[in-house]
């Protein structure tokens, strides 16, 4: 923090640490922590970039989630320690993949964010979205019409990590403990009810599974290329990967390269190599320009012929 770089009471350095915190240090004597606190709320999340405005006010910080937090911290662990988190502005999400940099353009109040998403988006100070980097439609960050606020990015409208919190569905696992919420409050056995919807989850769930010492052996056995029956005769399945066995190419097999052994050199070592010979440089042919005409030039070697 440029403006209090003088300033030996002040903390004057921000880092992002484990588990999602964000801390505030005194860089004196020997450096001391004066801050942390939780960067997001959600679970698991990680701070992977931060950024703060011309002076020291606002800090932005991005997480692995997409997620963008506004933070006032202008008088944050100005003089003492602090016990608390700092006023939250504003929040919104950028993208739906870890933020890796942000930039604030402080003549502008714009916020540039990017993303592993391959996605560069601006925002202004407050989280309007004004459009994405590539976009057909341009923009003006002078003509708010332009802007694309009040709409966010489509992929992050439908990816189900933006949906807001709600009290009625904060806490469950899927959706039988939301929708029989009141039969398990009226119940009188609530461990039975638990063990019904437990078992229509494992009815609902996919319970098919094959490892890979299964596919192996069935790889080893061939039991695709069995033969089969058409009409009186038996006629064996052709493969598109290997005529000599039968069964149907896998889905990696359909894109794995397939080389060819011919049982000898390849072609490129057959080729002949030959020493690079050093031509010499022709002599520019003389021109006569016609005094007459200047557009009518011929060569010395047409009049000498």
């Given at each position: 923090?440029?403006?209090?770089?003088?300033?030996?009471?002040?903390?004057?350095?921000?880092?992002?640490?484990?588990?999602?915190?964000?801390?505030?240090?005194?860089?004196?004597?020997?450096?001391?922590?004066?801050?942390?606190?939780?960067?997001?709320?959600?679970?698991?999340?990680?701070?992977?970039t931060?950024?703060?405005?011309?002076?020291?006010?606002?800090?932005?910080?991005?997480?692995?989630?997409?997620?963008?937090?506004?933070?006032?911290?202008?008088?944050?662990?100005?003089?003492e320690?602090?016990?608390?988190p700092?006023?939250?502005?504003?929040?919104?999400?950028?993208?739906?993949?870890?933020?890796?940099?942000?930039?604030?353009?402080?003549?502008?109040?714009?916020?540039?964010?990017?993303?592993?998403?391959?996605?560069?988006?601006?925002?202004?100070?407050?989280?309007?979205?004004?459009?994405?980097?590539?976009?057909?439609?341009?923009?003006?960050?002078?003509?708010?019409?332009?802007?694309?606020?009040?709409?966010?990015?489509?992929?992050?409208?439908?990816?189900?990590?933006?949906?807001?919190?709600?009290?009625?569905?904060?806490?469950?696992?899927?959706?039988?403990?939301?929708?029989?919420?009141?039969?398990?409050?009226?119940?009188?056995d609530?461990?039975?009810?638990?063990?019904?919807?437990?078992?229509?989850?494992?009815?609902?769930?996919?319970?098919?599974?094959?490892?890979?010492?299964?596919?192996?052996?069935?790889?080893?056995?061939?039991?695709?290329?069995?033969?089969?029956?058409?009409?009186?005769?038996?006629?064996?399945?052709?493969?598109?990967?290997?005529?000599?066995?039968?069964?149907?190419?896998?889905?990696?097999?359909k894109?794995?390269?397939?080389?060819?052994?011919?049982g000898?050199?390849?072609e490129?070592?057959?080729?002949?190599?030959?020493?690079?010979?050093?031509?010499?440089?022709?002599?520019?042919?003389?021109?006569?320009?016609?005094?007459?005409?200047?557009?009518?030039?011929?060569?010395?070697?047409?009049?000498?012929?």
């Amino acid at each position: 923090m440029k403006t209090r770089a003088y300033n030996k009471d002040a903390a004057s350095l921000i880092s992002s640490g484990p588990r999602g915190y964000i801390h505030f240090w005194n860089v004196f004597q020997g450096g001391h922590l004066l801050a942390k606190f939780k960067g997001s709320k959600h679970p698991g999340v990680m701070i992977t970039t931060l950024v703060l405005n011309g002076g020291d006010q606002i800090l932005y910080s991005g997480d692995n989630f997409g997620f963008v937090h506004c933070w006032n911290v202008s008088t944050y662990a100005l003089c003492e320690r602090e016990t608390t988190p700092p006023e939250l502005i504003t929040t919104w999400r950028a993208h739906v993949e870890i933020i890796n940099s942000l930039d604030f353009i402080d003549e502008y109040k714009l916020l540039i964010t990017a993303s592993n998403d391959c996605s560069v988006r601006l925002w202004n100070k407050d989280g309007d979205y004004i459009g994405t980097f590539g976009q057909p439609e341009p923009w003006d960050i002078h003509n708010k019409n332009t802007w694309q606020h009040p709409m966010a990015p489509f992929d992050v409208l439908v990816d189900p990590m933006s949906m807001p919190e709600h009290d009625i569905i904060k806490g469950k696992i899927n959706m039988q403990q939301v929708v029989h919420e009141d039969s398990v409050n009226n119940s009188d056995d609530e461990e039975e009810y638990q063990r019904e919807v437990q078992a229509r989850l494992n009815l609902a769930r996919q319970t098919f599974h094959v490892d890979d010492d299964t596919i192996a052996q069935q790889l080893r056995e061939k039991t695709f290329s069995a033969p089969r029956k058409v009409g009186k005769s038996s006629v064996r399945a052709t493969s598109a990967y290997d005529p000599r066995h039968g069964g149907i190419r896998l889905r990696h097999e359909k894109l794995r390269h397939t080389v060819t052994d011919r049982g000898g050199p390849s072609e490129y070592q057959m080729l002949r190599c030959y020493d690079l010979a050093t031509c010499p440089q022709p002599a520019p042919p003389q021109l006569k320009v016609n005094k007459n005409n200047p557009f009518d030039f011929y060569s010395a070697e047409d009049v000498g012929a």
